[in-house]
């Protein structure tokens, strides 16, 4: 969601903001803002602040009419909570033309901090939450001895999840950073320091990053940076080395970020199978130091995720329970994190999340590890994120940057790791050799095949053309192909703006029959399996009531095209690794629906690429 970065340095800082947001664009926005402070005059420094409704280039626009100059600065992207998409309501939020505030996050008592500081005599123009903290710094810092101790003193008295930075035109060569709930990284340089929402936003200008953990004030000058734990003790945060691609945000010969990402997945997929697959046998130590203890002793995992990581997990539910032979429940995050749940004998808790910083995702893991949990794991594509650190093991998808905000190659690396995962599990429950075999082999035909699917994408170009005038379809898939119609379904709501829902086949009659017409497109995945038949029954149930179907199907399975129903055959392939494979038709169709039906593919209305509030 809203990105943040922030730089003190000797030189201008102000390209470095403007560069550092539009490599933050993905996360999805509905306004931007940069706040300056001129220090080049040495008699009084200037704060000077720019905001701007829409994308990013029109806040650049207006930068260079102002002409802003500085060497302390930091912007903000942000995506509506409190208050509708305005300039008055995009940050930075001012106090008194001299404290300066962007923030991520929601600050649950706004309203009750809003109060006191109006009958303090503070005016606010915003309807924000985020403009309580400008003031109440403001405030505190009258009775404080420096701007570090009144961010410390202003951040006690927040409820809810903020990533804050913090600065003062009167002090005009530090930031003060806080962190609680929403993530923030330090960038070190060389006479000069950065902080970000996303490491990916400070990549032209430094490499070497440490992570703000949970309660963390840090402030940040040209030439050091103190962190201060929540109690005031002052700690130190691993510095690390970030070996991720600068020029990830580079669409190259594509047109839209989320194309560029789907021809990416062979790839995505082979860095994440590199050195994990020995041969036939998978290195567990992929999954961290005491991984095989772990394994060895769980009997029961529970898998917390949200939208599309969720559906990887529905995926996993199959596997671990038929291959490795161990009971899995599946749960959404935010509906996890608000019940009281049973926790079984020797259960590992396994988050699955793109970003790592998923907010309801988190959330659940600190409250699993509050209910007892034996362990947990993290499947994650951000190295350093929060679910990373916080998780007793972690596997890396490797899937790099994921710019556009449908997921395509974080969701199949995700099933990928999740495929080994069964296999690591499996290896201690009573896996046989034969079906360790089996899925190691099919691992690696994996990027080929995927090859071979994206070689249909003329076919399926051509069948999106029926969904121009279309508002409403239906996917149906059975057993481990049902969360694959699922993330279909959701893949086409997402960018097309086309109302899909997904049902298991074999629900038609209870129900979903009743939508059924020629308006109706049903969209359907067809692998060879011991499902087929069953699920050859469910399509004459609709062809019967006039619906037209779209099959992506095994070219064993023998579905023929009709005057009712449009055939496409996907390349025959293990049915081990068919939803993954059988995901990517589905890709395809949602991305040539969404560009005939004229929509920003990258970044849909209202969506966010990482959801980092509740």
């Given at each position: 969601m809203c990105g943040i970065v922030g730089a003190v340095a000797q030189r201008d800082v102000v390209n470095i903001l403007v560069e550092g947001l539009k490599r933050l664009e993905y996360r999805g926005y509905d306004s931007a803002?940069?706040?300056?402070?001129?220090?080049?005059?040495?008699?009084?420094?200037?704060?000077?602040?720019?905001?701007?409704?829409?994308?990013?280039?029109a806040l650049a626009d207006a930068i260079k009419e102002n002409s802003l100059l500085g060497g302390t600065g930091i912007a903000h992207t942000r995506w509506a909570t409190h208050g509708s998409p305005s300039e008055v309501n995009a940050h930075p939020h001012l106090s008194n033309?001299?404290?300066?505030?962007?923030?991520?996050?929601?600050?649950?008592?706004?309203?009750?901090?809003?109060e006191k500081l109006q009958a303090l005599g503070y005016n606010f123009i915003s309807q924000t939450d985020t403009e309580v903290i400008t003031h109440l710094v403001h405030h505190e810092l009258k009775t404080s001895e420096n701007l570090l101790s009144a961010v410390q003193k202003t951040v006690k008295q927040l409820d809810g999840a903020y990533g804050a930075v913090v600065m003062d035109s009167r002090n005009p060569d530090k930031i003060i950073v806080a962190r609680s709930g929403s993530p923030l990284v330090i960038g070190y340089g060389l006479g000069e320091n950065f902080i970000a929402s996303d490491m990916m936003a400070l990549l032209p200008v430094t490499r070497r990053f440490a992570f703000l953990e949970e309660g963390d004030v840090a402030e940040i000058t040209r030439f050091e940076v103190n962190i201060f734990a929540e109690n005031g003790d002052k700690v130190e945060r691993e510095i690390k080395e970030s070996s991720a691609s600068n020029d990830a945000g580079d669409k190259g010969e594509y047109r839209h970020y989320m194309l560029k990402e789907t021809y990416e997945q062979p790839i995505a997929i082979r860095n994440t199978l590199a050195g994990r697959l020995v041969g036939d046998k998978l290195d567990n130590r992929?999954?961290?130091?005491?991984?095989?203890?772990?394994?060895?002793?769980?009997?029961h995992v529970q898998i917390i995720a949200?939208?599309?990581?969720?559906?990887?997990?529905?995926?996993?539910?199959?596997?671990?329970?038929?291959l490795?032979?161990?009971?899995?429940?599946?749960?959404?995050?935010s509906e996890f994190r608000y019940r009281r749940s049973f926790v079984p004998k020797n259960a590992m808790i396994v988050t699955i999340s793109q970003s790592g910083e998923t907010a309801d995702t988190l959330a659940a893991l600190r409250l699993a590890k509050e209910l007892g949990y034996?362990?947990?794991?993290?499947?994650?594509?951000?190295?350093?994120?929060?679910?990373?650190?916080?998780s007793d093991l972690a596997f890396m998808t490797k899937a790099g940057a994921e710019i556009g905000v449908a997921s395509t190659k974080a969701f199949t690396t995700q099933l990928v790791g999740l495929m080994m995962m069964t296999l690591a599990i499996g290896q201690h429950h009573g896996m046989?050799?034969?079906?360790?075999?089996?899925?190691?082999?099919?691992?690696?035909?994996?990027?080929?095949k995927i090859d071979e699917v994206l070689a249909l994408a003329p076919s399926i170009e051509a069948l999106a053309e029926d969904f121009a005038d279309k508002h409403h379809a239906l996917f149906l898939g059975r057993g481990d192909q049902y969360p694959i119609a699922m993330e279909g379904a959701l893949k086409l709501k997402e960018i097309s703006y086309i109302h899909a829902e997904a049902y298991a086949a074999g629900e038609l009659k209870h129900g979903p029959l009743a939508l059924i017409d020629a308006e109706m497109p049903v969209i359907v995945v067809a692998p060879q399996n011991d499902l087929i038949e069953k699920l050859k029954s469910n399509v004459e149930e609709v062809r019967a009531r006039g619906g037209l179907m779209y099959v992506f199907a095994d070219s064993n399975a023998?579905?023929?095209?009709?005057?009712?129903?449009?055939?496409?055959?996907v390349p025959v392939c293990d049915e081990l690794i068919a939803p993954i494979v059988y995901t990517i038709p589905l890709q395809l169709l949602s991305y040539y629906v969404a560009i005939i039906k004229g929509t920003d593919v990258d970044q849909p209305r209202n969506l966010a690429k990482s959801v980092t509030v509740e």
């Open positions: 803002g940069v706040a300056i402070i001129n220090n080049h005059n040495e008699q009084q420094a200037q704060l000077n602040s720019v905001k701007r409704l829409g994308k990013v280039q033309e001299t404290i300066a505030v962007v923030h991520n996050g929601i600050i649950e008592n706004h309203a009750q901090l809003r992929s999954f961290g130091a005491g991984a095989d203890k772990i394994f060895k002793e769980i009997e949200c939208g599309t990581s969720y559906h990887s997990g529905m995926v996993a539910r199959y596997w671990l329970e038929a490795a032979g161990i009971s899995c429940n599946i749960e959404i995050a034996k362990a947990s794991l993290t499947l994650c594509n951000v190295e350093g994120s929060s679910l990373v650190r916080e046989s050799a034969a079906t360790q075999t089996q899925i190691t082999q099919a691992l690696m035909s994996l990027p080929n023998n579905f023929i095209s009709d005057n009712t129903m449009k055939v496409i055959n």
